[in-house]
């Protein structure tokens, strides 16, 4: 290699370095954004991600049955035709596991509950709502197939 050569590699190294991360960043980019999003498939093989199940608000009337899941501190609604929302909280909500009924407050006054609203747990020892679990997200609960597989 000639002297003007190895002086043109030289000078541009800094570029070619960065030119070099910024494709490595672009992959490992791609590959974060696939693994996290996909929640489960159509009975087609299309993906179906967390953003396609948001759920904005729902009516508070029309939740039929609830369930706490310890675990993973995620409330379940059941809505008629066995319709399912997974809703999580910002705080912990410590008297869920032990509530009786669910008292919901919406900052709008309506029939409406979406983020940011409250969800009191009401239990048999205390008839008053105390500490209310703030709403972060909801999302919507994928079907299980009818063979027990889950999408």
Not at 97 to 109: I, K, M, P, R
Not at 132 to 143: D, E, G, H, S
Request: hydrophobic share 40%.
């Amino acid at each position: 290699m000639n002297k003007h050569d190895w002086n043109f590699i030289k000078n541009m190294s800094p570029l070619l370095i960065t030119a070099l991360v910024m494709f490595l960043m672009m992959v490992a980019f791609e590959s974060k954004a696939d693994e996290d999003s996909v929640m489960g498939y159509t009975e087609h093989g299309i993906p179906v991600t967390q953003k396609e199940l948001e759920v904005n608000t729902f009516n508070f009337e029309r939740v039929r049955s609830w369930d706490w899941n310890d675990e993973t501190n995620t409330l379940r609604l059941t809505f008629s035709k066995n319709k399912k929302v997974d809703v999580t909280f910002f705080n912990r909500c410590w008297d869920m596991a032990y509530a009786t009924a669910l008292q919901f407050n919406s900052w709008a006054g309506t029939r409406h509950i979406g983020k940011g609203d409250g969800i009191v747990p009401i239990s048999w020892m205390n008839k008053r709502a105390l500490y209310p679990c703030t709403i972060k997200t909801m999302t919507a609960v994928l079907p299980e197939e009818k063979d027990g597989e889950k999408n």
